[in-house]
């Protein structure tokens, strides 16, 4: 079984949470799976696969995700890494492949990445800032959707073999 480091960028939690959903999932295929903060993860030596989430806000991905991505670049060529991101709010990422956003795309193809996926963010009413509470009057919710995280978990699982 792999060795995976799970690791992302994360402002309100809501993507923290989908990384423990999907090392819990690759955890039950019987893989070893650390889960981290990527402004935390210090390396990539030793793992086997790494999977890099990060929170969308306004169509960037989190900073911590893209500096982890970038600091760690040559290193992730030589492994298998998966990329997901979360955040659109309403129900477009339970009904279609969503693609990586431009940012994303470009880390993407830079670390030949095995593949992203874009799962549905949360945003809670109680929301603090001027655009964020603006957000939540119309648009709060948790759009995440475990079983298609931990079916996309699964399904990467597979292709390790």
Same mark, same amino acid.
């Given at each position: 079984?792999? %060795?995976?480091?799970?690791? !992302?960028?994360?402002k309100?939690?809501?993507?923290?949470?989908?990384?423990?959903? #999907?090392?819990?999932?690759?955890r039950?295929?019987?893989?070893?799976?650390d889960? =981290?903060?990527?402004?935390?993860?210090?390396?990539?030596?030793g !793992?086997?696969?790494?999977?890099?989430?990060?929170?969308?806000?306004?169509?960037?991905?989190? &900073?911590?995700?893209? %500096?982890?991505?970038?600091?760690?670049?040559?290193?992730?060529?030589?492994?298998? +890494?998966? @990329?997901?991101?979360?955040?659109?709010?309403? *129900?477009?990422?339970?009904?279609? *492949? #969503?693609?990586?956003? %431009?940012?994303?795309? =470009?880390?993407?193809?830079? @670390?030949?990445?095995? /593949?992203?996926?874009?799962? /549905?963010?949360?945003?809670?009413?109680?929301?603090?800032?001027? +655009?964020?509470?603006?957000?939540? &009057? &119309?648009?709060?919710?948790? !759009?995440?959707? %475990?079983?298609?995280?931990?079916?996309?978990? &699964?399904s +990467?699982?597979?292709?390790?073999?």
């Amino acid at each position: 079984m792999a %060795r995976i480091l799970v690791t !992302y960028g994360s402002k309100q939690g809501s993507t923290a949470e989908i990384a423990e959903w #999907i090392g819990e999932t690759l955890r039950q295929d019987g893989h070893h799976v650390d889960v =981290t903060a990527a402004q935390q993860a210090r390396q990539v030596q030793g !793992y086997d696969v790494v999977i890099l989430g990060g929170a969308l806000y306004a169509g960037v991905w989190h &900073k911590d995700a893209r %500096r982890f991505a970038r600091r760690h670049a040559e290193t992730l060529r030589n492994r298998s +890494v998966w @990329l997901f991101s979360s955040g659109p709010l309403g *129900d477009a990422a339970a009904r279609k *492949d #969503i693609p990586p956003v %431009r940012g994303v795309a =470009t880390l993407s193809a830079r @670390l030949e990445a095995a /593949g992203h996926v874009t799962f /549905g963010g949360r945003l809670a009413p109680e929301q603090s800032g001027f +655009v964020a509470s603006a957000m939540a &009057k &119309k648009l709060a919710g948790d !759009y995440r959707d %475990r079983e298609r995280i931990a079916a996309w978990a &699964k399904s +990467v699982s597979a292709r390790l073999g």
